[in-house]
């Protein structure tokens, strides 16, 4: 029998990429490998995320292609253990960046001692200054610009060769093409040119070394801010705990986080932070869980209840019991998230990925061109050279590849600071576009806690009796509803009865065997369905149901015994959320399984009027399409897990964070305070980044439209342009460093 391997994805941090088509040219060449199904390269956070099975091909050859391709690479750790990786790959891409850095400082250093003089020279030139002159001298000028051009200018050398290898010519291509062009004309100006007596040599050595100290300035700017735009991935994982007090053998021991296993018990002292994910067994405390929600104030906490790694423990001491550990604690999934988030693509760069495609063959032709109508139209070829090369570096594409990525990566970072997990670049780019939000009801709108609120016998039963068979009946039930039900016979009654038969029937009760009998809980539907009518429970259902209560018949045998009623509050802050997405312009939609009149009154406490109620679980993901059908954009806002289908239909899905139970694999969106006023903040923050995206692509567009035919026409000098080009791309990356200030204005 054939079995089909799953898919494996791994990470690869990048080193020495300077534009879009290096991201483009590394992605065709890991593209070639067999196996290979996916690949995304993120300029910004310099990594490549791979998608491929692992029967074909091998991981290390990604890094191998990249490495042939002239780049730095090295894997990301993958390991199982979740805080031993996550350390490695921070030190992995720590040790790059900053080996980066210093590389660019020191060749931005050597050039500008070497470019110095040559600039000088130009100035003593064009001020007719005696004193200066003798820097104008051919084989001194030589001297200083070879080191520059060929020694600090490799890389560009380098990096064109193997783009133009792998079909995918770039920023390194144009500057590599023009800072030649000025070097070798200015060798044949000044060694082999027949000059009139007395007549100087027209030298642009200034022009190329200079171009090439402003690029390598630029990249060293673009390095230092873009290490910034990945702050909220390092503060996050700076959260994580470096040891815990274990119980080992009866004695406490501290020991590595890296060692804790699931079933440790471990113990918090006031003050520290909670190590792992778990449950307390003993001791209770008040616990800081900001970092996951938001929230200011602490939280009590006492034996049986969950406890998240990296929250504080302020007051008391307890022991808890580990169930989570390394990749699988919520912190984890965390960062998991917003780092695969950050190295995803916005649909919106698929644009400027076109565009860096073609973009240098384009602008070579331009330069040739214009190199030609100088030479035959207005016979001056020197004129044209000095064009054509400004022409080649004023459109070095570097600021079309960091316009989006630089954005996500801040306004992903700037959502998971605001309790907010968006999952990828198109999640982030379709909240802004949504018209329409349906929200569930049930641990959404309400608390998703319902009480017991009233028992009416109707068969001369006691409120005891009704509450016991109720009770028993509900015993297995996993539904809200059900578990409120039992809880409460739980701790009324001393008989109930294990059920020898149960039945949960979604979105209408349940039925079970008690002592020989069949009891039914549900709605009117299921007691239709099976035949059972009573007129007075109807009349008193309806009453409750007025209430905003969800009323439920309780029958044995056929025969209604009586009606019980449950209620869930209503969270705080949803009929302000409400109020704020309505302020917007969207529609706001409840939709539950509830009967109209309950789900009525719960809609009228938080303003809302479109009700879509009795609506199945297998129906809801129908109900999200046919509005999708009227042209709305959708997004459905509910637990992750009952309502996955209709997560997994609507244009946007946004799951409600509970802490230790976040279905953040089946949604776009997470909301980790399980706040809904944090939706509109999600949608603000999602129209502002894309704002910043759209600016920064205008820029970058901009530059070249106005740039490329004044530099044509002879108007900006390569130096100029040079350094417009690497002033394009630090303006880019500053726009999208400026997401940080980011306020919701509610």
């Known amino acids: 029998m054939l079995q089909t391997m799953q898919n494996t994805k791994s990470s690869i941090i990048i080193s020495g990429m300077s534009c879009a088509s290096c ?21 910004a956070a310099e990594k490549a ?75 003593a030139n064009m001020l007719k200054l005696p004193s200066l002159m003798f820097l104008h001298n051919p084989l001194l000028q030589l001297a200083l610009a070879t080191p520059v051009q060929f020694i600090m200018g490799f890389r560009f050398y380098r990096n064109a060769f193997h783009s ?10 144009l500057v590599a093409m023009g800072t030649s062009a000025a070097y070798f004309f200015s060798i044949y100006n000044g060694f082999f040119k027949a000059l009139p007596a007395g007549e100087s040599p027209s030298l642009y050595f200034e022009a190329s070394a200079i171009i090439i100290t402003l690029v390598l300035l630029g990249k060293l700017l673009e390095a230092v801010a873009k290490g910034k ?57 008040s616990i800081d869980e900001s970092m996951l929600t938001g929230e200011s104030l602490p939280v009590e906490k006492e034996t049986g209840d969950p406890v998240i790694g990296a929250t504080i423990n302020r007051y008391g001491t307890f022991t808890f019991k580990a169930l989570k550990v390394g990749r699988e604690t919520i912190l984890s999934q965390i960062i998991r998230v917003v780092e695969n988030a950050q190295a995803s693509k916005a649909p919106i760069q698929n644009l400027a990925d076109r565009v860096a495609g073609i973009f240098a063959p384009v602008v070579i032709g331009i330069a040739l ?11 001056n070829g020197a004129m044209g050279l000095v064009s054509a090369v400004s022409v080649l570096v004023i459109a070095c594409p570097c600021a079309l590849g960091l316009a989006t990525p630089t954005a996500i990566m801040v306004g992903t970072g700037k959502g998971a600071e605001n309790s907010i997990l968006i999952r990828s670049g198109r999640s982030l780019e379709r909240a802004y576009k949504l018209t329409a939000i349906v929200l569930d009801k049930t641990g959404t709108i309400t608390q998703g806690k319902p009480a017991l609120t009233d028992i009416i016998p109707l068969n001369g039963s006691s409120e005891l009796e009704l509450l016991d068979l109720a009770g028993s009946a509900e015993r297995g039930s996993e539904h809200p509803l059900g578990a409120a039900i039992y809880r409460a016979a739980r701790d009324r009654s001393t008989s109930l009865t294990e059920p020898t038969g149960f039945e949960a ?38 009453r409750l149901e007025g209430e905003g209560k969800t009323a439920m018949m309780v029958a044995r045998d056929g025969k209604i015994e009586g009606i019980v009623a449950v209620a869930d509050i209503v969270k ?27 789900a009525a009154a719960i809609a009228a ?3 809302i009027t479109k009700v879509l109620a009795e609506v199945l679980p297998e129906n809801k993901a129908r109900q999200i399409k046919a509005l999708q059908d009227q042209g709305m954009v959708v997004a459905m806002v509910g637990d992750g897990i009952n309502d996955a289908p209709a997560l997994a239909t609507a244009d946007i899905g946004m799951a409600m964070g509970n802490g230790t139970d976040i279905a953040m694999e089946s949604a776009d969106i997470t909301l980790m305070n399980s706040d809904l006023r944090t939706i509109p903040i999600a949608i603000a923050l999602s129209k502002k980044t894309m704002a910043k995206i759209r600016q920064n692509l205008f820029w970058a567009f901009i530059y070249n439209i106005i740039g490329i035919p004044f530099a044509a026409l002879g108007l900006l000098s390569p130096i100029i342009a040079g350094a417009a080009m690497s002033f394009s791309s630090v303006s880019v990356v500053s726009n999208s460093l400026s997401l940080k200030r980011f306020k919701a204005d509610f």
């Open 164 to 173: 133009l290898k792998a079909g995918s010519p770039g920023m390194d291509l």
């Open 605 to 607: 406490q938080v303003g």
């Open 572 to 598: 705080k802050g949803s009929g302000e959320a409400v109020s704020r997405l309505k302020k917007m312009g969207l529609a706001v939609y409840l939709m539950t399984g509830d009967n109209r009149r309950t």
């Open 505 to 542: 029937l979604p979105g209408k009760g349940v039925k079970a065997v008690i002592r020989g009998s069949e009891i039914c809980v549900g709605t009117r539907p299921l007691m239709k369905e099976l035949g059972i009518a009573g007129t007075k429970a109807d009349d008193i259902m309806n």
């Open 49 to 123: 995320t791979v998608e491929y099975d692992p029967s074909l091909t091998d991981e290390n050859k990604f890094t191998e292609v990249i490495e042939k391709l002239g780049y730095g690479a090295a894997l990301e750790e993958s390991a199982a253990d979740g805080e031993s990786s996550n350390r490695v790959n921070e030190e992995r891409e720590n040790k790059l960046r900053r080996s980066e850095i210093n590389r660019l400082r020191s060749s931005v250093i050597f050039s500008a001692l070497f470019s110095l003089p040559l600039l000088l020279a130009m100035a």
């Open 369 to 379: 061109l214009t190199f030609l109508v100088w030479l035959l139209a207005f016979g």
């Open 229 to 285: 735009t990945s702050a909220a991935i390092k503060r996050l994982m700076g959260l994580r705990v470096k040891t815990a007090r274990v119980i080992i053998a009866g004695r406490e021991e501290d020991i590595p986080i890296e060692r804790v296993k699931v079933n440790d018990l471990i113990i918090v002292r006031p003050g520290e932070s909670v190590p792992v994910d778990g449950e307390i067994t003993a001791g209770n405390s």
């Open 23 to 43: 991201a483009v040219s590394i992605e065709k060449g890991i593209q070639t490998l067999p196996g290979v199904t996916g690949i995304t390269v993120n300029l």
